[in-house]
């Protein structure tokens, strides 16, 4: 069966430092990847997204950048974090039908 | 320009009872509607789906209705649970679109 992991979990980090988290999917191969961000109290956002190794798309002008060296691997990064990039951090791959299954997700906190 | 709408935030509603939350999409485009279930500090969980050529699809306590002519879903839950409070999120894509559009979610507390 298909999995996926993200981590860490939880990250405090404070404004201008690096980011960098990952996701990674088991059970499945050339899956679609989706990048995710939910703010307090709001819905889902979606930050990029990629079919392919290498292949990234982005939906969203922001600080945030994405990339995908493995073809089950995608990981987020930001060389210097706003306070405004604080949220909850949901990965998330495609199944055939196009729906969607998503990671365990990572609360960021800049301060 | 929000293509999904939940336009109830919250749905208190008593055990044992039906849970209706209602869902509106503006693009004629989407053919793939989705719910998901979400808890605090957890990825959200794929529910039940429909797809264009029907109007109703049952899973369980789960039931999902489709009027394509009102761009207007909805999911039932009955008989609703205390398990089920969580946020409800509806999503669309259309055919030959990889993403996903969501809604901002409904929060639904079930009352023992």
């Known amino acids: 069966s298909q999995t996926i992991h993200q981590w860490p979990a939880t990250l405090v980090q404070p404004v201008g430092s690096p980011l960098s988290l990952e996701c990674t999917v088991e059970?499945?191969?050339?899956?679609?990847l989706y990048w995710y961000r939910q703010a307090a109290g709001r819905g889902l956002q979606l930050l990029f997204y990629?079919?392919?190794?290498?292949?990234i798309s982005s939906e969203v002008p922001q600080n945030l950048s994405a990339s995908r060296p493995q073809d089950r691997q995608f990981i987020l990064s930001s060389k210097k974090l706003l306070l405004s990039d604080s949220g909850f951090y949901l990965c998330?791959?495609?199944?055939?039908?196009?729906?969607?299954?998503f990671g365990p997700g990572t609360r960021l906190t800049v301060t | 320009d929000q293509q999904v709408k939940q336009n109830s935030p919250s749905l208190s509603v008593q055990e044992g009872r039906i849970s209706i939350l209602n869902c509106d999409y503006t693009n004629s485009m989407f053919d793939y509607f989705l719910w998901y279930k979400k808890y605090p500090a957890e990825g959200p969980t794929f529910l039940i789906s429909?797809?264009?050529?029907?109007d109703k699809n049952e899973d369980g306590r789960f039931t999902v209705f489709l009027n394509k002519s009102a761009k207007h879903l909805s999911l039932h839950i009955v008989p609703s649970q205390p398990g089920d409070s969580a946020v409800y999120f509806c999503a669309a894509s259309a055919w030959d679109d990889y993403k996903l559009s969501f809604g901002a979610g409904t929060t639904v507390t079930v009352r023992a």
């Open positions: 990629s079919v392919g190794i290498g292949q």
């Open positions: 429909i797809s264009s050529i029907k």
């Open positions: 059970g499945t191969s050339n899956p679609n």
């Open positions: 998330a791959w495609s199944g055939a039908k196009g729906e969607q299954y």
